[in-house]
């Protein structure tokens, strides 16, 4: 709509200073002879808009215009209030900032807005970790939001899986992700990506650094995921699952991108997939989860390691004289039907 679309105009020049007119459009999707006619109206309207030619031409609000309007819509506003996770903020040094901005932002609300703000908080909890992870230590966290936000350079201390396990690094932070309840930090040169929770010491070295001005975050992390994946996962395996089993929900192999081999359910129920895998060792540790719901087909490799620990097992649980038969004096399982 139209006035939705001079209000973004409005707050995109409020909260970014001077913007061309090609950007505007970039901005909000629509061409720039779009943007010719917003302006005029906003000037009509009796916003001080003012627009200068030249290579650093671009339109600007009058200094020191602000305006209170914030344009939220309902479903805006709830999103607004639904992003923000106190858990996160609170690990930042945040959490007192994040209620005081909140409290601000919901004061300024419509009644309605209001309204559906205080049913998102009350039915709506984020909680990013899983059911089984441990919460890691960060102590070091505020301060490297810190030197994130102020560009300063730190000296770490840092345990890494390879070895030498115990390393020391320069870092210029760029920025902080929350992956799966987890904290990674972003820093040049590189730049590489470090866990924050493996700092093991931290100094602020006093330097301030130059952040790139073309580092996009974002950008990063994705294009850092996809090409983790690429070299975490090297080899398959062809598994054949039992009826209603499911890698996804059974083992975290499942988490990968996984194919259907084409054969489809056989007569038996019984599923073959292949599965991208990481190692034999992980494959091994991961699958053998399963039990008797699975039967690994290939690599051979994979299949005889399984077929060694069963075996051991097996022997290892093989009835001793003295035992009960099975299933007497046995207790009933736990949370069955």
């Known amino acids: 709509m139209k006035s939705s679309r001079l209000v973004s105009i409005l707050l995109l020049l409020q909260t970014r200073g001077r913007m061309t007119a090609a950007q505007l459009a970039a901005e909000l999707e629509v061409s720039v002879r779009t943007v010719y006619r917003d302006v005029e109206a906003l000037g009509a309207a009796g916003v001080p808009l003012y627009g200068d030619a030249g290579h650093a031409g671009g339109y600007r609000l009058l200094d020191g215009y602000r305006t209170r309007l914030t344009g939220l819509t309902t479903e805006e506003a709830e999103a607004l209030f639904l992003a923000g996770a106190p858990g996160p903020a609170a690990q930042l040094g945040l959490g007192a900032v994040l209620a005081a901005a909140q409290l601000k932002v919901r004061a300024a609300l419509p009644a309605e807005l209001r309204g559906h703000a205080d049913r998102i908080s009350g039915r709506f909890h984020l909680d990013a970790p899983g059911w089984y ?3 890691e230590e960060t102590p070091y966290l505020p301060a490297v939001a810190d030197a994130v936000w102020n560009n300063r350079v730190l000296d ?13 690094r320069r870092l210029e932070p760029y920025g902080l992700v929350l992956k799966a309840g987890r904290w990674y930090v972003v820093a040049g040169p590189g730049p590489r990506t470090f866990r924050v929770d493996q700092i093991l010491r931290l100094t602020d070295s006093g330097e301030r650094f ?11 992390w994705t294009a850092y995921q996809r090409d983790f994946h690429e070299r975490l996962y090297t080899a398959e395996a062809v598994v054949r699952l039992a009826p209603g089993v499911t ?3 059974a083992t975290p192999v499942g988490d990968a991108v996984r194919k259907d081999t084409g054969e489809g359910a ?27 719901d699975a039967e690994v087909l290939a690599p051979p490799e994979l299949r005889a390691r399984l077929a060694r620990t069963v075996t051991t097992l097996a022997a290892r649980y093989r009835a001793c004289p003295g035992d009960p038969p099975d299933g007497v004096g046995n207790p009933r399982p736990v949370g069955g039907d």
């Open 247 to 249: 890698l996804a929900r």
């Open 156 to 168: 770490i201390a840092y345990r890494r899986w390879r070895t030498p396990t115990d390393v020391d």
């Open 210 to 220: 130059d952040r790139p001005d073309d580092f996009d975050l974002a950008a990063y």
């Open 266 to 292: 056989g007569a038996d129920g019984w599923t073959v997939v292949t599965v991208p895998v990481e190692s034999l060792e992980r494959a091994h540790d991961e699958l053998l989860r399963l039990g008797a």
């Open 133 to 135: 992870a441990r919460g």
